[in-house]
């Protein structure tokens, strides 16, 4: 398994931007496919957008056109750009990463608030 450590969450008015960073350790971090999810209130975790080993993307439909999600193997880092936020962007942010043999590992999540 790989450990995570997110970064780069806090408070932001809507329309705002921010970036999020997972850093993974381990050198296979490029195999694995990794993920950001999040957690609202009262709410099931949801899969936000996750990018393969190989570089394909896929988004939720409420993030399409507003979140971008990549990868920089050479620094084990995956990242996501959220622009256009939104108050039902509000939510805990985890990084996941996947294998389908050395299975899950998640990161302890990050708090993003939209608010005014």
């Known amino acids: 398994q790989v450990q995570l450590v997110e970064s780069g969450g806090g408070l932001v008015q809507p329309g705002g931007s921010l970036r999020l960073s997972c850093a993974a350790s381990?050198?296979?971090?490029?195999?694995?496919?990794m993920g950001w999810y999040r957690q609202a209130p009262g709410k099931q975790r949801e899969l936000v957008a996750d990018?393969?080993?190989?570089?394909?993307?896929n988004y939720a439909d409420s993030v399409k056109g507003r979140f971008t999600i990549s990868r920089e193997n050479a620094k084990n880092t995956v990242y996501l750009q959220m622009n256009s936020l939104k108050f039902e962007d509000t939510a805990v942010y985890y990084c996941?990463?996947?294998?389908?043999?050395?299975?899950?590992?998640w990161g302890q999540g990050t708090q993003v608030t939209v608010s005014s």
């Open positions: 996941n990463a996947r294998h389908t043999i050395w299975g899950d590992s």
């Open positions: 381990g050198s296979i971090f490029r195999l694995y496919r």
């Open positions: 990018i393969t080993s190989g570089g394909s993307t």
